[in-house]
């Protein structure tokens, strides 16, 4: 058995509540996501890339820190921090959001749930949310509390996680739907549960209230899923890129726009509410993007991994973009990648060649999402 001591940069680092849980059901590899390890290797990732998309599993990821806001004004608050519209936001409801700066620049692409009228979470991507939203409530005049709660998630994710989900909270929680939540406690285990999840499938997050009961709820997961096909597992790269799914620090930063990702939908430029960055967006979407993201499929060898430098995107020699993600799919029998490139280049059949080291390999754009595109997957059932 590996001693969970193996691992460790220091006190600075933090472990999750299910740390030693995940080193005793086979976690062979850690890496830092805001400021806490993340297992990233259980195994042979195109096995847990199968596991995932016929079977089900389950993914330590309270590396997903919360950004609890509560108050009086709570409401306009968290709408000041994004340039999604929230008027519609349900008690109960979560959305799909983007952080932007002043300039327009993305800091972060959370998950937002409304837990009460004025209580949210902001379960974070890879950055320091938690400081920015308090800089921003000492300056904004509103009257709001924020802070960190202890709340871990956990990720339940593929076709078979309903089962499991039914095995554990009985028949009434398949009427959860797409994008909501629900509060429930599991034999004592306070938990936020909700429909959502990086890995476009069906897929559930258990949000643990308490982490001193991590190990306990991770152990009782397994325990009712194993006999239905559910193994340990970790956020898979291949079925994220498959799906077109961002990753912060990779695919966008501080110095991205929402424009420029092609995520339109989530900015209101006509709600009458006011928020960081409208200035800077409305100058941007009147005149324009100089770069886009598109998918590619890549000729040459299957890669043996996910890439970790950004390749360069050449055409005519000339450099007009970078490759920010990229992978081999099995299921599609295809190296595929989410790039930024210039504008003008970026039409699907465009073709380019990727600078890998010494190599050259020939690409070509093509539509993403690159598997389910009307996202049926995580949508249905």
């Known amino acids: 058995m590996t001693n969970t001591d193996d691992f460790g940069f220091g006190t600075q680092i933090r472990k999750s509540p299910y740390f030693d849980a995940t080193v005793r059901w086979g976690a062979k590899a850690f890496s830092v996501y805001n400021h806490m390890y993340i297992p990233r290797d259980f195994g042979d990732p195109e096995q847990n890339f199968w596991n995932l998309v016929n079977d089900a599993i389950l993914c330590d990821v309270a590396v997903e820190r919360q950004v609890e806001i509560t108050g009086p004004d709570a409401g306009k608050f968290v709408q000041l921090l994004t340039p999604r519209n929230l008027s519609n936001l349900a008690v109960g409801q979560c959305k799909y959001i983007l952080i932007t700066n ?65 095995a554990l909270f009985g028949e009434s929680i398949m009427d959860l739907r797409y994008y909501w939540l629900r509060e429930i406690n599991l034999d004592g285990i306070p938990l936020i549960v909700s429909r ?9 997050e258990l949000y643990l209230c308490d982490s001193a009961q991590g190990d306990a709820l991770w152990e009782k997961i397994m ?146 999402p690159f598997f389910d595109p009307r996202k049926r997957i995580t949508v249905a059932a």
């Open 102 to 166: 002043a300039d327009g620049g993305v800091l972060n692409d959370p998950i937002l749930l409304r837990l009460g009228e004025n209580r949210y979470w902001i379960s974070l991507a890879d950055s320091d949310i938690l400081l920015w939203a308090q800089g921003v409530a000492i300056y904004s005049g509103l009257n709001v509390k924020i802070g960190e709660p202890d709340v871990s998630p956990l990720q339940l994710q593929g076709p078979k996680s309903g089962e499991v989900m039914k």
């Open 196 to 204: 959502t999840g990086w890995s476009s499938e069906l897929g559930y």
């Open 223 to 368: 325990e009712v899923g194993t006999p239905l096909g559910l193994k340990p597992g970790h956020t898979s790269s291949i079925r994220r890129i498959e799906g077109g799914m961002l990753s912060y620090h990779a695919d966008m930063d501080i110095m991205t726009n929402p424009y420029e990702l092609g995520m339109d939908r989530l900015v209101d430029l006509e709600m009458e509410a006011d928020f960081i960055g409208k200035d800077a967006l409305q100058v941007i979407h009147q005149n324009g993007v100089s770069r886009k993201q598109v998918g590619l499929v890549i000729d040459g060898q299957n890669f043996k991994g996910p890439n970790t430098t950004f390749w360069k995107v050449k055409k005519d020699n000339n450099i007009v973009g970078k490759v920010t993600s990229a992978v081999y799919s099995p299921r599609l029998n295809q190296n595929i990648a989410l790039a930024m490139v210039s504008v003008d280049v970026s039409e699907v059949g465009t073709i380019f060649d990727i600078e890998i080291q010494s190599e050259i390999l020939q690409a070509r754009v093509v539509e993403k």
